[in-house]
C-alpha cells in the first residue's frame, strides 16, 4: 500500500538558536598582505619591467643603454599614447610579445594618430595585420578610430566607461587604456592576472566560474596611487615568472611570501614529504578542456583565367571573391569556396563549386571554355576551433572577354574581382611586403657573406694545418669537397645530419625570380623590387651558391665554428611548425590505427613538407642553440625524429617492390603496429627536442601554432 502523502513526513529538527552558521572561508587578502604585494610588485617592476614602444613608467630604475629599446617619446601627446596603448593592447590579445613589438611599430609608423587611423581602408588595415590572426581585430581597431573622429572629435574619452562604447572596446581594453594613459583606478584582469592571482591563493576549480571573484582580488590589489603600472606589473609577472607553459620562478618571485601555491609546495619539501606526491603551484588555475574543433570539409576552386593575348603571354587572372564582413576571416579575400558535407565525392564537389559559379559569374560563365579541371589536391588547415579541409580544384578557363563582375553591395552573393596573377602568385599585400621580404634576403645574404668569409679562412687555417702536419688524409678530403661541388656524399652526411639540405640556406631561383618580380611562369616585370635590387639579390645568390661549396667542405671538420650559418630568424618561428606537427601526428596516429592509408601519405606531407617542413625547421631550430652542447643534442634528436617521421608510411615499401596495394591481414596488422610505434617514437623525440628549446621561444611558438580566426 503506498505510503500516504506526508504520512510520514519527517519532522525537522528546530535550529538550536544558539548556534552560528558556518560560512565557507571567504578567499580574500588581509591588509598587510595587500601592503607588501602592493609594494615588492611595484618595486620589482620598476627594476625589471620590459622596455616596450608602447610602455611609460616614470618610476622606472632601469639604465637602458640598448639603443633598440625604445618607450614612448617624451613628448607624446597624451591622446597619442592613448592611442598607442589601445593599438598594442588589441595587438598583445592572441599574440606572443616579440611580435606585436614588429606589428606595432609598422602600424603606427603608417598610423601614427587615431585620425590617420580612421582614413585608412579596411584592406589596408587587413594587410597590415596579416600574419597576426584574429582579423577581426583589426576591423575593430578602423571602427574604433572612426568611431573616436565622429563622436569624440579626435579626442579619446578619459574613463573606462566612456571608453568601452568604442566599438571592439570591452572591460579589459577599457580598464587598460583607463589606467595606464589616465591613471584611473581599474584593475585588468587578463589570463595572467588570474593565472598570478590563482595561485597567490591556491584557487581550485574551473577560474571561468570564478570570474568575479578574480575581478574582486584584482581590484582589493591594486595600487590606487600607481594603478596603470601596477597593473603592468601583474601581467608582466604572469608572463615573466609565473609563467604557464614552464616551471614558474618561485623562488626569484617577488610577491613569494604571500603566495599560499609556493607556500604548500616549501611546507611539503621542508617537511621531507614524498617528492613523487610534492604539489605544484602550477595546479592552478584548474586547466579548463578545451572544447573540441569541429569538423568542415571545403571545396575551394582556384579558377584561371586566361584572356586574350598572344600564345606566349596569354592574360591571366584568378578569381577572387570577398569574405562575408562577419565570422571567419570576416571581410578577406579567397579563392571561391563552398562547404560541401565532409562524404562529399569529387563528382558532388564539382557540382556544389559549378553551382557557386553560376551565382557568381551570372551569364557571363557561359562565355569561358573549360581548358582544365582537375583536383590539386586535400590539405587539412586547424583553426582555434575548426578543423577545416579544403578540396582543391583547378579550373582553366578561356575567354574573349573576362566577364563582368559585379562591385560589392549589387545584389551578387559576395564582392568579386579578378586578381592579375602575378600578385595572387606570392604576395596580397603588394610592393610594400615584397620590399620588406628582399631587405630580409639581402641582410640574410650579407650575414651569410660574412660568415663564409669567417669559415673560407678557418678552412685555409684548417687545410695549412693539416698539411703542416703531413695528414694528407684531411687535405684529400677538403680538396675532393671543392673539386666535386657537392656536399652531399656519403661522408658528409655521417659529419652533418643536414647535408643534402644545402638549398634550404640558400634562395632558389624561383625566390629569386619573385624577388625581382617574377612570379613562377609569369610574364617579364620588376615593380616591388628595383632592378638594382634584383641584380644585387641576383649576384649574392649566385656567391651563395659558390659558398655552398665551401660550406660543404667544412663540415668536414667538426668544430663549432664551422657550422653552416646560424639561422638568422628568431628561434621562436622554426618551433612554430615543430609545435604544429606535434598536433599532425596525433592526427597520423589516428589515420594508421584506422587503417584510412590513403590519407597517410598527404599527412604526413604536410608534416614532412609544406607547410611543416619538419626538417629544415628542426635544424634551424637546433642551429640556433647557442650552448654547445644542447645544440648537439637537439642535432641529434632532430635527426632521429626525420628517421622516425620517414618510417611511419609502410605503403612505400609495397609500393616500393611493385606491389601497391597488396598488402592485407596481418601483414597490414604487423605493419599498422610498426607505423604506430614510429609515430610514437617521433612524438617522444620531438617532445625532448622542444624541452631543450629556451622556454620563452617555445611560449611564444605556442602561442603563435593555432591558427586563429
Ligand atoms: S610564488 Fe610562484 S606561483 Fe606564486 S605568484 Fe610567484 S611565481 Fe607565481
Redesign the pocket.
Known amino acids: 500500500m503506498p505510503p500516504r502523502a506526508n504520512a510520514r513526513k519527517k519532522t525537522q529538527p528546530k535550529a538550536d538558536s544558539t548556534e552560528t552558521p558556518v560560512e565557507p572561508p571567504k578567499i580574500t587578502f588581509s591588509d598587510s598582505e595587500i601592503t607588501e604585494i602592493r609594494r615588492k610588485l611595484l618595486d620589482w617592476y620598476d627594476l625589471n619591467h620590459r622596455v616596450l614602444p608602447w610602455r611609460r613608467n616614470p618610476h622606472s630604475k632601469l639604465a637602458v643603454t640598448d639603443p633598440n629599446l625604445k618607450c614612448p617619446p617624451a613628448n607624446l601627446p597624451m591622446n597619442e599614447f592613448m592611442y598607442y596603448v589601445w593599438v598594442c593592447e588589441v595587438m598583445s590579445q592572441q599574440t606572443q610579445l616579440p611580435r606585436v613589438i614588429e606589428y606595432f611599430n609598422r602600424w603606427t609608423e603608417k598610423w601614427p594618430t587615431v585620425e590617420a587611423l580612421s582614413k585608412a581602408s579596411l584592406d589596408e588595415v587587413n594587410a597590415m595585420w596579416a600574419g597576426l590572426g584574429y582579423y577581426r581585430r583589426a576591423r575593430y581597431l578602423l571602427e574604433g578610430a572612426k568611431y573616436v573622429m565622429e563622436h569624440h572629435d579626435g579626442a579619446f574619452p578619459h574613463t573606462s566607461k566612456e571608453l568601452q562604447k568604442i566599438p571592439g572596446v570591452g572591460a579589459y581594453t577599457g580598464n587598460a587604456i583607463a589606467s595606464i594613459a589616465c591613471s584611473e583606478g581599474v584593475a585588468v584582469v587578463d589570463a595572467n592576472v588570474v ?2 592571482i590563482a ?2 591563493r591556491r584557487m581550485a576549480g574551473d577560474p571561468r566560474a570564478a570570474a568575479k571573484e578574480h575581478a574582486a582580488l584584482a581590484d582589493m590589489l591594486l595600487d590606487p596611487e600607481r594603478p596603470g603600472c601596477f597593473n603592468q606589473a601583474v601581467m608582466e ?2 608572463a615573466t ?3 604557464v607553459h614552464q616551471a ?3 623562488a ?5 611570501g604571500q ?1 599560499q ?2 607556500a604548500a609546495v616549501e611546507e611539503h619539501r621542508l617537511s621531507g614529504g614524498d617528492p613523487s606526491a610534492a604539489p605544484s ?1 602550477t595546479a ?1 588555475p584548474e586547466k579548463v578542456e578545451k572544447a573540441k574543433r569541429s569538423e568542415q570539409s571545403v571545396a575551394v576552386c582556384v579558377l584561371e583565367m586566361h584572356g586574350p593575348g598572344d600564345s606566349k603571354k596569354p592574360s591571366r587572372q584568378y578569381l577572387l571573391v570577398q569574405r562575408p564582413k562577419e565570422g571567419l576571416l570576416a571581410g578577406l579575400w579567397e579563392f571561391p569556396s563552398v562547404t560541401v558535407p565532409a562524404e562529399a565525392s569529387e563528382k558532388e564537389r564539382r557540382a556544389d563549386v559549378d553551382s557557386l559559379l553560376d551565382t557568381l559569374l551570372g551569364a557571363g560563365r557561359a562565355d569561358l571554355e573549360v581548358q582544365e579541371r582537375r583536383h590539386l589536391g586535400s590539405i587539412v588547415h586547424i583553426f582555434s576551433h575548426i578543423r577545416m579541409t579544403l578540396h582543391v580544384e583547378r579550373l582553366l578557363v578561356k575567354g574573349e572577354e573576362v566577364p563582368a563582375l559585379s562591385s560589392p553591395g549589387s545584389g551578387r552573393q559576395a564582392p568579386l574581382k579578378l586578381q592579375p596573377s602575378r600578385h595572387i602568385a606570392r604576395s596580397e599585400n603588394g610592393a610594400s611586403q615584397k620590399k620588406e621580404i628582399s631587405e630580409d634576403v639581402l641582410q640574410r645574404l650579407r650575414v651569410a657573406e660574412e660568415e663564409a668569409a669567417a669559415l673560407r679562412q678557418e678552412l685555409a687555417k684548417a687545410r695549412a694545418e693539416a698539411l703542416a702536419k703531413g695528414d694528407v688524409g684531411v687535405v684529400d678530403q677538403i680538396e675532393d669537397a671543392i673539386r666535386s661541388n657537392r656536399i652531399d656524399s656519403g661522408d658528409l652526411k655521417r659529419l652533418n645530419p643536414f647535408a643534402g639540405s644545402d638549398k634550404d640556406n640558400w634562395l632558389r631561383e624561383a625566390d629569386v625570380s619573385f624577388l625581382i618580380g617574377k612570379g613562377p611562369g609569369e610574364a617579364e616585370g620588376t615593380d616591388g623590387v628595383s632592378e638594382s635590387e634584383g641584380e644585387t639579390v641576383k649576384r649574392r645568390v649566385l656567391i651563395g651558391a659558390a659558398l655552398t661549396v665551401v660550406l660543404g667542405a667544412f663540415a668536414l671538420v667538426p668544430t663549432d665554428s664551422l657550422r653552416i650559418m646560424k639561422p638568422t630568424k628568431p628561434l621562436f618561428l622554426y618551433l612554430i611548425p615543430l609545435i604544429r606537427i606535434q598536433e599532425l601526428l596525433t592526427d597520423v596516429r589516428e589515420v594508421v590505427a584506422d587503417a584510412r592509408w590513403e590519407e597517410l601519405a598527404p599527412a604526413l606531407q604536410r608534416i614532412q613538407g609544406t607547410p611543416n617542413n619538419a626538417e629544415p625547421n628542426l635544424r634551424d631550430a637546433a642551429y640556433s642553440i647557442e650552448d654547445a652542447r644542447t645544440r648537439e643534442r637537439a642535432e641529434v634528436l632532430a635527426r632521429d625524429i626525420i628517421e622516425y617521421l620517414d618510417s611511419i608510411d609502410y605503403n612505400k615499401y609495397f609500393d616500393a617492390m611493385g606491389r601497391p596495394g597488396s598488402r592485407g591481414g596481418s601483414q597490414e596488422k604487423q605493419f599498422s603496429e610498426f607505423s604506430i610505434r614510429a609515430v610514437d617514437a617521433s612524438q617522444v623525440k620531438l617532445k625532448e627536442f622542444l624541452a631543450l628549446m629556451p622556454r620563452d621561444a617555445v611560449a611564444a611558438a605556442r602561442e603563435q601554432a593555432i591558427v586563429p580566426m
Open positions: 593565472r598570478v595561485r597567490l609577472l604572469g615568472v609565473c609563467t614558474p620562478d618561485c626569484g618571485c617577488p610577491i613569494n603566495c601555491a609556493y603551484v592552478y
